[in-house]
């Protein structure tokens, strides 16, 4: 699964070399290291259709596997909101593009300045830009905002995220200043993402509810779209605002092109796919290799009205893994979380259930500048020799460790045999030792593991991993639960492993925060799912984000990838090089060529369109006969 508020979208880089000058400077974007793409008055994106008509229809089911929703919140922790809900209803001060991985726009923000000293940013407000009630957007709402989502009754997520965030200070009308704990030139673009909503939602007589106890109350938002049609729990439909204030906005341009877009549930994947081919919805992306070669054929896509296609992208690789709750006693010392990688034969698992369409995850941020090669070079150790007291003496002495690979010919390299030797070695140094029957400790303690699942999808992974497991003498439990009830247990850390997915991203770096450092780890809903608490990890971090440079940026994502990979906190899985999609033929157009950054649902919901609501110039039919351009 994976986390929510992991990231608003991609962050940007500052143009003319901001950060290396000492005056203050303004414009209509902001990047955090490099040039700006398009210039003050750019009409629209390039990979967009500028012509592409408003109209029709679009009925998709989420990425991720949640099986329901039980609210209209989507910043609080408990409980479940709509798919796509933020997306699709909440303007934000900025806002990326699908080409420029670390470039935003002035999207509810008509200019940025930044000040020289980089300890502060100030946004004026868009003079046109209006909630759906038809009250402007002003300075005040936007403070009012960032201070909900910043108070304890907000997930946690968004106090890590806004931690270096003073505060915000109204200074006109639609004139509003963040300052900074210190100068990090990525803060602009964390502020920038901030989701605005009107200071009137949740609003009873003169008293604010806790935003915690907003439940039901439809958010007052500035988005392209308003909550229309829904059946609690099953299905909702977002409704286009005919009167949303920045459809012709440069950075809206060509885009949100439906006029309603509907998100269905289904609680079991096989009744997913099935109701896919029966026409109950337009779109559906594949995760799982098996299913795209077997499930994904039939009369329908025989006969040509179901497209089934492998569109290519430029995103760095996914990370993905079972992670370690090392809340437990059991998974604290380094080498029984080693014995256990040591025991998934991944080659095996390619070779009869994926059908080879997979390479292993190495590292964090694989298929990336930031992914650590080798032993460290000069830059690395300039960050990681102040911390050698801190870390073990393999990240200086050791390549980076890698994933096992397991061979069929003991000639040609280590079996699975030989891996499992390897673990059981791992295993009696940290005192775990076969007994009566099962791996014990010296208390006498079994072994036992408990998979956790909200799909059943990875039932045919855990079961050849667990009888590898099982020959080491653990004891081994696979669960299937609800989504929600996962996301509970995760959220106060009852688990032993979980499957996790993080999209790969072009420019980590706040949010890493987030996810490994240790302010967050006890923190109840918090995405540091593994409760890492490391100094030498903080130190790193501490690096990342306050990088002034690109290549400051990559070096410290390489150390810190290392030392992550020493830690062996998870147990690596698999990314594939491009996205299955699958959609109903002559519903849908779209551009020529595909953008190079991409996730495939927010390509379709807003960059294609329906062919039927008018004709629309320079578009392609989006059929596999004319597949859009690789991208570069």
Not at 599 to 606: A, G, I
């Amino acid at each position: 699964m994976r986390r929510p508020l992991a990231r608003f979208w991609t962050h940007c880089c500052l143009a003319l070399g901001l950060g290396l000058m000492g005056n203050a400077w303004a414009a209509h974007a902001y990047a955090q290291f490099g040039d700006i793409r398009y210039p003050a008055g750019f009409t629209h994106f390039a990979y967009v259709n500028p012509a592409a008509p408003k109209g029709g229809e679009i009925s998709l089911v989420p990425p991720t596997r949640q099986s329901n929703f039980d609210k209209y919140n989507p910043f609080t922790l408990k409980g479940s909101a709509p798919p796509s809900m933020l997306g699709m209803m909440f303007d934000t001060l900025l806002v990326g593009n699908m080409d420029e991985p670390t470039t935003a726009y002035g999207l509810l923000a008509s200019d940025i300045q930044v000040a020289a000293d980089r300890m502060s940013v100030t946004f004026q407000i868009h003079p046109q830009a209006r909630f759906h009630n038809g009250d402007p957007v002003l300075a005040a709402d936007v403070r009012h905002s960032f201070e909900r989502l910043t108070s304890k009754q907000a997930a946690p997520q968004y106090r890590t995220y806004f931690g270096e965030v003073k505060g915000a200070t109204v200074l006109a009308e639609r004139s509003i200043r963040f300052d900074f704990v210190r100068p990090n030139s990525e803060l602009p673009l964390i502020v920038g993402s901030l989701p605005v909503f009107s200071q009137k939602w949740g609003l009873e007589g003169n008293t604010h509810k806790p935003l915690d106890q907003m439940v039901m109350d439809i958010p007052i938002a500035s988005g392209p779209y308003r909550i229309g049609r829904v059946q609690f729990g099953k299905d909702i439909t977002y409704e286009q605002d005919p009167a949303y204030w920045a459809r012709d906005l440069n950075v809206r341009k060509g885009q949100f092109n439906f006029d309603r877009i509907t998100y269905k549930i289904y609680k079991d994947p096989t009744a997913q796919l099935e109701a896919f081919k029966a026409g109950e919805f337009d779109y559906m992306q594949s995760f799982i290799a098996r299913e795209w070669a077997r499930a994904f054929t039939g009369r329908a896509f025989e006969r040509g009205d179901l497209i089934k296609a492998e569109l290519q992208h430029g995103n760095a690789g996914d990370f993905q893994g079972f992670l370690f709750n090392t809340r437990r006693d059991k998974f604290q010392d380094v080498r029984v979380r080693q014995a256990i990688a040591l025991a998934m034969d991944f080659e095996w698992l390619n070779r009869q259930l994926f059908y080879n369409a997979y390479s292993r995850v190495r590292g964090y941020f694989v298929a990336s500048d930031f992914e650590a090669k080798g032993r460290p070079g000069p830059d690395e150790l300039a960050l990681l020799t102040p911390l050698r007291a801190k870390l073990p003496a393999a990240v200086f002495d050791q390549e980076v460790p890698q994933p096992p690979q397991t061979a069929l010919d003991p000639a040609s390299g280590h079996t699975l045999r030989d891996h499992l030797r390897q673990a059981r070695d791992l295993l009696q140094a940290a005192g775990w030792t076969y007994r009566d029957g099962a791996l014990r400790n010296g208390k006498g303690q079994a072994f036992s593991i408990e998979f956790l699942d909200s799909s059943g999808s990875m039932g045919r992974v855990v079961t050849p991993f667990a009888k590898n497991l099982e020959k080491l003498g653990i004891q081994v439990q696979y669960k299937v639960i609800d989504f929600a009830l996962l996301q509970k247990r995760m959220d106060v850390f009852d688990f032993d492993i979980v499957s996790n997915r993080t999209v790969g991203s072009e420019a980590p770096g706040t949010e890493l925060l987030e996810r490994y450092g240790s302010r967050s780890a006890d923190v109840e809903g918090s995405g540091n799912v593994i409760g890492l608490k490391d100094p030498a990890v903080d130190a790193l971090l501490d690096k990342v984000v306050s990088a002034s440079s690109r290549p400051e940026l990559v070096t410290s994502l390489r150390a810190l990838d290392r030392v992550l990979r020493h830690g062996h906190f998870v147990v690596p899985h698999w990314y594939g090089a491009v996205h299955r999609v699958s959609w109903r033929a002559k519903a849908f157009a779209r551009p020529a060529d595909l953008p190079r950054f991409y996730q495939p649902e927010k390509l379709v919901t807003t960059v294609w369109w329906s062919p039927t609501a008018t004709s629309a110039p320079g578009s392609t039919p989006a059929t596999a006969a004319q597949p859009a351009k690789k991208a570069p």
